[in-house]
């Protein structure tokens, strides 16, 4: 018999199993020429529903923005004075009750400062800026105002303060609170479509969970000019919301 037919036949007859296992997980086995029974799990069957819960929390925690702008003729006078400014500002936030783990280092940045020069069609070096930028944790949000003007005065005419966001430090018991909600908020979708629709609504058999929980930002650029005494910068935490969306699917039952 040519090889080559034996080969080509087998493969025929491979082909067919092959492309049916590709589209179930359980494929039985051929008994007595009776047709292979193909079982797809579809997860479109039942009733879909989406829920969400959101719970307003009062933020226990500020996180502020906040650092040294320095500029000189040189890179050696514009780092020298950097360095001395920052020292001073890490040096009041530890004064203030800021933990060193709460202090991070985000941003440290080494540039010339250039002009264009129209006449001679030239790049003009006027000299080099050092930024340095940390993110303070403030845990006690009441003395946020108090450690802002006590880095200021730091920092002095170098401080720049680029914003402060609020946060909650443990969130868990609000995403409970919250599931709670869109869990019920689920059920109840889904029940008023089973009702439409005449069917009974059965266990739930798919969920999918999504979480948003937003810092709120509060955006400042400020370049302190003046170290001269004033009044404690007033710091407001406000509200914000946890929200938590869930995906569910009903069974239908007969």
Known sequence: MNKKLLIGGLVALLVPV??????????PAVSGGSPIEVNVNNQQEGIWSNGEGKVTVTPDIATVSLGIESQADTVDEAQS??????????????????????????????????????RNQEEIVMGYRVTNTVTAKIREISKAGAIIDAVALAGGDLTRVNNIGFSV??????????????????????????????????????????????????????????????????????????????????????
Do not use: H
């Open 81 to 118: 004075s950097a360095a001395s400014a920052m020292e001073s500002v890490m040096n009041a936030l530890a004064a203030n009750g800021v933990a060193e783990k709460d202090i991070q280092t985000r941003y440290f940045n080494i540039s010339q400062v250039t002009r264009w020069d129209d």
């Open 18 to 27: 092959i492309i049916l296992t590709g589209c179930s997980s359980s494929v």
């Open 169 to 254: 430090d443990d969130p868990s018991q609000y995403y409970q609170e919250a599931r709670d909600k869109a869990m019920a908020d689920a059920k109840n979708k889904a029940e008023q479509l089973a009702g439409l629709a005449g069917v009974k609504l059965g266990k739930p058999t798919y969920i999918s969970e999504s979480s948003y929980y937003p810092p709120v930002p509060v955006y400042r650029d400020v370049a302190y000019e003046s170290a001269a005494p004033a009044p404690t910068t007033p710091i407001s935490p406000g509200e914000m919301e946890i929200t938590l969306n869930l995906q569910v699917t009903y069974a239908i039952v007969n």
